[in-house]
C-alpha cells in the first residue's frame, strides 16, 4: 500500500489525515447481476413493524453528515434504514443505495460500485471510474470532487458496513464525508463502530447515533409485529413476556413468531423461550460465532456462566490479563455486550445470547461448568461479594457451602427486600427437601413466599414452621409475627388487629427481633390507620425507622414510608403524599425490592396520587409495570386501588369497554383470592360510572349487588385506604342527585360530612362536599349550595386534587361554571405555597371537562348589582399580568417559563386567555391593547 500520488490538487482529508489506496489492480469490477442485487435494499416484508421513533430522528437530523445505526445481527437495522428511505423518496429527497460485503475491501473494486450506486444522482460517475484501474487515486478524487460539487441534496444509504475493514477504504469514505455539501446524507448501518472519525463529527453537531436501545423494539412494537402474523391469538401477557425474555431483539422476536405457528398452547412456548431454542442457536452459531476468532469464542463461552462481566473477574475465569480490552473490543464489535449502569464499567451479555452460549458451553464442554463456578464463587468471596458467590455455589452442586453461606447472609438479604432473589435459590432447595433441617433458612423462604407471592401462598408455609420442633426464640418470633399479617392479606382485619397487639407486646425490642417487630409495627400501624387513629400510626412507623438504619433495613422504610403516604392521603395532603411515595417508590426499585409488598403498596398509593392530580398518563405507566405484582403479592386494598384507578384512567379516554374489563377482572380477584369486599368494590365503581353516565336503573341494579351489610358495616368502622371514599351510601347519593332527587338525601350527606370531620378523613370530606353541594343545588338551597362549593374548590385548589371534579360529571361541571361567575368573597382569598388560586383553578377544571369558559363573566357577578361593567384589568388573572409585562419587554415563551418558574404550556395558556378577554388576535396586539387600557407601562 502506498499513499495516492498527486502533484496537479490537493490531497483531501479527513481530520487532518489524508486517505491512502493501494496501487494493487482491482481483480474484476462487481459482475452485473450482482451489482444489481447490492444497489436494491432487500425486499419489504409484509410483517414490518413501522419504526416511527427511529424514522423521526434520522428524518429530522437535517444538520447531520453522518447518521450511524450501529447495533448487532438482528436489531431491525436494515428494516429501519428501508423505512427510512421511503420517507425521503416519499418527501421528494433522492435516495441511492449500497449493501457492502468483504469484496468491497478492494479500493477499486468499492469505487466502482460507489459510483454505480451514485450515478442515478450525479450523472457521469459510472464513466469517470472506466479509466486504468492503475489510476485509483485519480478515480477517487474525481468521485469526491463530483459529489461535492453536486448542487441538490440526496441520502446515500450503506448497508453491513462492518464488512469494510480496509483502511484505505475507509479513509476514503472519510474524505467523501469531509467533502460532502449542504443537504447530502450518508446514512450507514453497521455492527460495530466504524473507524470513520466519529469524534470530529460529534464534536461539529454533525453525527446522529442510533444505537441497540433505540433499535430494540418496544413492547407495543412487539406487539404489532405478534398481533399482524397471529392475530389475537396471543394474550397480552405472552407479549410482555416475550418482549421481556428478547429485550426487543428484532430477530428474536421473529424467530418466535414462526416457531409459534401450529403450536397448540402459545403460553407454554413463549414461557420457555430462551437462547437455546433451535432457531436462535441455528442463528447465532451461523450468523454470530461462526465469524469470531477460536480466542473470543472461548473467551465467550467461558464467561457466559457470569451475570455480571468485569475485566478482573473474566481475567481469572480465563486465565488472562486483557479482559479489559477484549471486552472493548466485543462492546464496539456490538456483540451482543450490554453495559450495566452504575457499575463502574461492567457488562453482561444479552439475555437469550447468555443462554445461547451457556448452552454451547454445556454441550461442548460440560466438564468445566463446575469448575468455573467454584472459581467464580471463590473470587466473589475473595472481593466481599456474597451475592454472586451465593448464585456460584448453588450452580456448583455443593449444597452445604451454598446453605451455610445463606444462612450467613439470607437474613440481611430478607431485611433489604431482596425477595426475588432469595425465591430463585430457595424454592429448589425447599422443593428438595434441602432445607428441612433449616428452621431458620424456611421462616427467610416463607417471608420471601409472603412477599414475593402472597399471603395465600405463605400460610402452608407458616404451617410448617408451626409443626416444627425448635426454641429458637427468633424461629418463634417470625411465627408469631406472622400470623396476623397473613390474617391481614385475607382482609381479616378485626382478626389481624388485636392478634398483632399481643404478639407486640411480647416481642423483645433488640437487635436479634428487628425485622419481625419492624414488619408487625408497619402492620399494627396500618390497623391504626384504618381505625382512625392516624397518630398512634404515624408513632410506630418512627419506631421503625428509629430502630434500622436506611441501608440495613431499606425494604422497612419503603413499608414506612408507604404507611405515612397512605396517611398523607387519608388527611388530604395530597402534595406531601406525592413526594413522599415518589421517594418510596424510587428507593423500592434501587433496592432490588421491586417485587416486594413494600413497593407494590407504594406504587398503588402513589399511582392513585398522581390520578388525583391529574397526571394520568404518568398513573397508568407506573401500573402498566406494577398491577401484576400487585395481582400477585398485593393487599386487599392495594389491589382495589390499582384496579379502579386503572379503570377510571381508561374510562377518562372514553375507554368504556376497556375500563369495565378491567372492573371485571378486579371481581375475578376476589371470587379467586376470597377477598368480598374487592368484589363490592368492583361493583361499587360500576355503580359511579352508570351514575355519572344517567343510567340510574342500572346503578341501582348494580348497587343491590354490592355485597351484604356486614361486610360493608365492618367496612364503616375502618378507614379502609380503597373504601374511604367510594362506600354504598355515597353510590346511593349520587345515583339520587344524578336522578334529581339531592333533596332526599342533604341530611345524609350532612350526617357523612359530620362524620367525617370529626376523625380528619378530609379526602372523604371533599367527595362530600361535592355531592352536597350538588344537593342543596337540587334542594333549591343556591346559597349553601355556593358556600359548600367554595369550600371544596379552596382545599382541592390548595393540595392540588383534580380528578374528584372531573369524576363527577357533568352536573357539578355546570355547578362550577356558575360558581366561576359568582359574587362570592370564597374565592379571592389567596393560596400560599405556588398553588393554584382558586378562580385559575376551576378555569383549568372546566377547560379539562371540555367546557367552554367565558373569561368575560369572571367576577363580573360581583359588580351586577351596582350595575358596573367588568374592567379589562379587573379580568385579567395576576398570573396574566405578569405575562403581559413580560410579553411587553419582548420575552420568547421559553423565557417566560423560566422567569415565572411555570411550564411553557402553562405560558401558552395564560397567552390564549389574554388574547380572549382582550378581544385580540396574537401578543402584539394584545401588548398594544394592555398600553392603551394602561394595564402595563
Known amino acids: 500500500m502506498h499513499a495516492i500520488a498527486n502533484t496537479h490538487r490537493p490531497m483531501p482529508a479527513f481530520n487532518g489525515t489524508p486517505f491512502a489506496v493501494p496501487a494493487a489492480a482491482l481483480r474484476e469490477p462487481a459482475r452485473a447481476g450482482a451489482l444489481a442485487a447490492k444497489l436494491q435494499p432487500p425486499s419489504r416484508q409484509s410483517f414490518e413493524v413501522p419504526r416511527t421513533v427511529v424514522c423521526d430522528q434520522i428524518f429530522d437530523a437535517a444538520a447531520a453528515r453522518l447518521i450511524l445505526l450501529r447495533a448487532p445481527a438482528g436489531f431491525g437495522k436494515t428494516t429501519a434504514m428501508q423505512q427510512v428511505r421511503q420517507r425521503f423518496a416519499d418527501s421528494g429527497v433522492p435516495t441511492a443505495w449500497l449493501t457492502l460485503d468483504s469484496a468491497d475491501n478492494d479500493v477499486g473494486r468499492f469505487l466502482s460500485v460507489l459510483a454505480a450506486a451514485l450515478d442515478p444522482l ?58 460532502l455539501p449542504r443537504g447530502v446524507q450518508l446514512v450507514v448501518g453497521s455492527r460495530g463502530v466504524p473507524e470513520l472519525g466519529l469524534g470530529w463529527l460529534r464534536a461539529r453537531g454533525r453525527l446522529l447515533e442510533i444505537d441497540p436501545t433505540q433499535l430494540r423494539l418496544s413492547a407495543d412494537e412487539t406487539g404489532q409485529m405478534l398481533r399482524a402474523l397471529h392475530g389475537d391469538v396471543l394474550s397480552a401477557d405472552d407479549i410482555e413476556r416475550l418482549h421481556r425474555s428478547t429485550e426487543g431483539w428484532a430477530a428474536a422476536v421473529w424467530l418466535a413468531s414462526v416457531s409459534l405457528q401450529h403450536r397448540e398452547n402459545p403460553s407454554d412456548f413463549i414461557a420457555g423461550f430462551s437462547g437455546s431454542n433451535t432457531a436462535v442457536v441455528d442463528y447465532l452459531v451461523e450468523d454470530v460465532l461462526a465469524r469470531q476468532p477460536e480466542d473470543v469464542r472461548l473467551f465467550l463461552l467461558r464467561t457466559s456462566i457470569l451475570g455480571q462481566l468485569d475485566a478482573a473477574i473474566c481475567d481469572h475465569l480465563c486465565s488472562r490479563d486483557d479482559s479489559h480490552t477484549v471486552l472493548q473490543r466485543l462492546e464496539r464489535a456490538h456483540l451482543f455486550l450490554v453495559p450495566v449502569q452504575g457499575s463502574g464499567g461492567a457488562y453482561r451479555y444479552h439475555g437469550m445470547f447468555a443462554d445461547f452460549l451457556r448452552g454451547q458451553l454445556q454441550r461442548y464442554h460440560p466438564d468445566q461448568v463446575p469448575a468455573l463456578h467454584h472459581a467464580a464463587c471463590a473470587w466473589y468471596l475473595g472481593e466481599g461479594r456474597p451475592v454472586p458467590a451465593i448464585g456460584h ?100 382485619f378485626d382478626e389481624a388487629d388485636p392478634l398483632g397487639n399481643a404478639v407486640l407486646d411480647r416481642l423483645p425490642s433488640n437487635a436479634t427481633f428487628a425485622f419481625a417487630r419492624s414488619v408487625l409495627e408497619i402492620a399494627m400501624a396500618t390497623f391504626s390507620m384504618y381505625s382512625g387513629r392516624y397518630h398512634h400510626a404515624l408513632r410506630l ?188 351510601d355515597v353510590a346511593a347519593a349520587r345515583c339520587a342527585i344524578a336522578q334529581g332527587n339531592g333533596a332526599e338525601v342533604v341530611a345524609s350527606l350532612r350526617t357523612a360530612l359530620d362524620q367525617a370531620e370529626r376523625v380528619y378523613r378530609e379526602r372523604r370530606m371533599l367527595t362530600l362536599r361535592l355531592l352536597l353541594a350538588q344537593a342543596h343545588h337540587q334542594d333549591g338551597q343556591h346559597k349553601k349550595a355556593m358556600r359548600v362549593l367554595a369550600k371544596a374548590v379552596r382545599f382541592a385548589a390548595s393540595e392540588g386534587y383534580v380528578r374528584a371534579f372531573l369524576d363527577e360529571g357533568p352536573g357539578l361541571m355546570a355547578l362550577l361554571h356558575e360558581l366561576h361567575q359568582s359574587p362570592t368573597v370564597l374565592l379571592e382569598e389567596t393560596i400560599d405555597g405556588g398553588a393554584q388560586g382558586p378562580d385559575e383553578f376551576i378555569e383549568a377544571l372546566l377547560r379539562q371537562s371540555g367546557r367552554q369558559v367565558d373569561p368575560l363573566a369572571v367576577r363580573a357577578g360581583a359588580q351586577a348589582s351596582s350595575g358596573a361593567q367588568p374592567t379589562a384589568a379587573e379580568v385579567l388573572t395576576g398570573k396574566e399580568t405578569q405575562v403581559l409585562r413580560l410579553a411587553a419587554q419582548g420575552l420568547s415563551n421559553e423565557q417566560m417559563a423560566e422567569r415565572l418558574f411555570v411550564a411553557e404550556t402553562t405560558v401558552r395558556t395564560h397567552l390564549r386567555n389574554i388574547n380572549v378577554k382582550l378581544d385580540v388576535r396574537n401578543r402584539m396586539e394584545a401588548v398594544q391593547a394592555a398600553r392603551r387600557q394602561r394595564l402595563i407601562d
Open 122 to 179: 450525479v450523472p457521469g460517475l459510472t464513466a469517470l471510474q472506466g479509466g486504468g484501474w492503475s489510476d485509483l487515486d485519480g478515480r477517487a478524487l474525481d468521485l469526491i470532487d463530483r459529489v461535492a460539487a453536486h448542487p441538490a441534496p440526496f441520502t446515500l444509504f450503506l448497508d453491513d458496513f462492518e464488512a469494510l475493514q480496509s483502511a484505505a477504504v475507509l479513509g476514503l469514505v472519510n474524505a467523501l464525508i469531509a467533502q
Open 541 to 728: 412507623v418512627d419506631a421503625v425507622r428509629k430502630r434500622q438504619a436506611p441501608q440495613e433495613g431499606r425494604f422497612s422504610f419503603i413499608l414506612s414510608d408507604a404507611v405515612e403516604g397512605a396517611v398523607d392521603l387519608g388527611q388530604g395532603r395530597l402534595r406531601q403524599a406525592l413526594g413522599r411515595l415518589r421517594l418510596a417508590v424510587r428507593n423500592g426499585a434501587a433496592s432490588g425490592a421491586r417485587a416486594t409488598n413494600g413497593n407494590t403498596m407504594a406504587a398503588a398509593l402513589l399511582a392513585e396520587s398522581l390520578y388525583e392530580a391529574g397526571r394520568c398518563e404518568q398513573a397508568e405507566r407506573l401500573l402498566s409495570v406494577n398491577v401484576p405484582l400487585i395481582r400477585r403479592v398485593g393487599v386487599p386494598d392495594q389491589i382495589i386501588t390499582a384496579h379502579v384507578v386503572l379503570a377510571r384512567i381508561v374510562l377518562s379516554r372514553g375507554e368504556g369497554e376497556r375500563a369495565l374489563q378491567v372492573l371485571a377482572e378486579l371481581e375475578h380477584i376476589g371470587y379467586r383470592e376470597q377477598l368480598p369486599r374487592a368484589v363490592a368494590s368492583a361493583r361499587l365503581e360500576r355503580v359511579r360510572i352508570l351514575a355519572v353516565q344517567g343510567r340510574i336503573a342500572a346503578a341501582r341494579a348494580e348497587l343491590a349487588r354490592c355485597g351484604d351489610s356486614a361486610l360493608w358495616e365492618r367496612v364503616s368502622r375502618m378507614a379502609m385506604r380503597a373504601n374511604d371514599v367510594e362506600t354504598p
Open 393 to 492: 455455589a448453588l450452580q456448583t452442586g455443593a449444597l452445604d457451602q451454598a446453605i451455610a453461606l445463606l444462612q450467613a447472609h439470607a437474613p440481611q438479604l430478607l431485611e433489604q427486600g431482596r425477595v426475588r432473589l432469595l425465591l430463585r435459590w430457595m424454592d429448589p432447595l425447599v422443593a428438595q427437601g434441602a432445607l428441612d433441617g433449616q428452621p431458620m433458612l424456611r421462616a427467610i423462604h416463607a417471608w420471601a413466599v409472603c412477599f414475593g407471592r402472597g399471603g395465600r401462598h405463605a400460610w402452608p408455609l407458616l404451617e410448617w414452621l408451626e409443626r416444627a420442633e425448635t426454641c429458637d426464640p427468633q424461629i418463634q418470633a417470625h411465627r408469631l409475627v406472622m400470623r396476623p399479617l397473613l390474617l391481614a392479606v385475607m382482609d381479616r
